[in-house]
């Protein structure tokens, strides 16, 4: 078993590895915490955290694949993010020419999700029967194999189901382009605008377009590509408000664009956070309800909640809606109001 983090690279033939065996618990909390530290390489490194041996399935493994060997005060700063006792039996090397994001994804299974079926081998026969798209193993991350994607997809196909209808779509941190192509789908009249921090996975989402007849443009029924940091690109705040936009990115990183993925969102619209511990779910739920969004939905998958937000009308000439559970799916005790 393996579970992909959101910070993806291509490594070039200079590729270095630095290994760190832990606990489970260690792992995940590392990949949360080790995106604001290189939130500002333009290539940051790859970061895969793994169970080499199911039978001992409290040991775990961190590989953290740079492009090039890393300072002594990157691998200093590696290591402060771990409690003591994981810092003392790390290895660092050199690897051989080999993408090693791309390898370390390829054999993946097809996944099937709700009404969505995801395939990363072309060997691998469509399902005409399901919303099929093929997504290769690639520099970014979004296959579909993680939960938080998986619960995004569910997600997306809840809300159809529901008779919701949106036009105006945004996916912020786009990853392969797979949520971005999956509202798409079900939603095939709307435009639909996919960003990233990383231009490497905006090239990957383009040619993830092209593999699935996904059409790219500036209209209607198309998809947009966009590289930025959060929502920091004229083309994505000018395109806005959005009656539904998806993040599926970091807990810390939710909580610090709080403010500004919300104003982004149209009154009434709906927001979609994913890429969140369920212990995390509380405080982003807060920093959003802090803005104006009330929480309708929530999907748990394992140990990844999907939260399902929709923003309040403001208060002045017209009069704020009250969401009723039977119009719009609120649990009792999900912040309806």
């Known amino acids: 078993m393996t579970k992909r983090s959101s910070e993806t690279g291509s490594a070039p033939a200079a590729a270095w590895q630095m290994t760190l065996p832990c606990v489970r618990a260690v792992a995940e909390q ?87 079926h995801v395939r990363h081998d072309r060997a691998d026969p469509p399902r005409a029967d399901l919303i099929d798209f093929l997504v290769p193993a690639s520099r970014a991350f979004g296959t579909g194999q993680h939960e938080t994607t998986r619960g995004c997809l569910l997600a997306l ?54 593999l699935n007849a996904v059409p790219l443009g500036s209209g209607a029924g198309a998809l947009q590509l966009v590289a930025a940091p959060g929502v920091e690109h004229p083309l994505i705040q000018g395109l806005a408000p959005y009656d539904l936009l998806v993040a599926n990115i970091l807990a810390g990183p939710l909580i610090e664009l709080a403010p500004s993925l919300s104003a982004q969102v149209a009154e009434g619209g709906t927001l979609m956070l994913a890429g969140l511990l369920e212990s995390q779910a509380e405080r982003v739920r807060a920093a959003y309800r802090a803005q104006g969004m009330v929480l309708i939905w929530r999907f748990d998958h394992g140990d990844w909640p999907t939260l399902v937000l929709r923003k309040r009308h403001r208060f002045g000439w017209r009069r704020t809606t009250r969401w009723r559970s039977e119009d719009h799916g609120a649990a009792p005790g999900f912040g309806s109001w």
């Open 157 to 210: 196909a809840h809300l159809k189901a529901r008779g919701l209808r949106y036009g105006n779509i945004a996916d912020i941190g786009t990853g392969t382009g797979l949520l971005a192509f999956a509202a798409h789908r079900l939603w095939p009249q709307a435009h639909v605008l996919a960003s990233d921090i990383d231009p490497v996975a905006v090239d990957v989402s383009a040619e993830n377009a092209a």
């Open 30 to 116: 590392f990949e949360l915490e080790a995106e604001p530290l290189f939130a500002d390489w333009t290539s940051p490194p790859a970061i895969l955290a793994s169970e080499p041996d199911e039978s001992r399935p409290d040991d775990w493994q961190l590989d953290i694949i740079f492009d090039g060997k890393p300072e002594q005060a990157t691998v200093d700063a590696v290591l402060a993010l771990l409690p003591k006792d994981a810092r003392k039996h790390y290895t660092l090397a050199q690897l051989p020419d080999a993408d090693w994001v791309t390898q370390s994804q390829a054999g993946l299974e097809p996944m099937t999700a709700g009404p969505f």
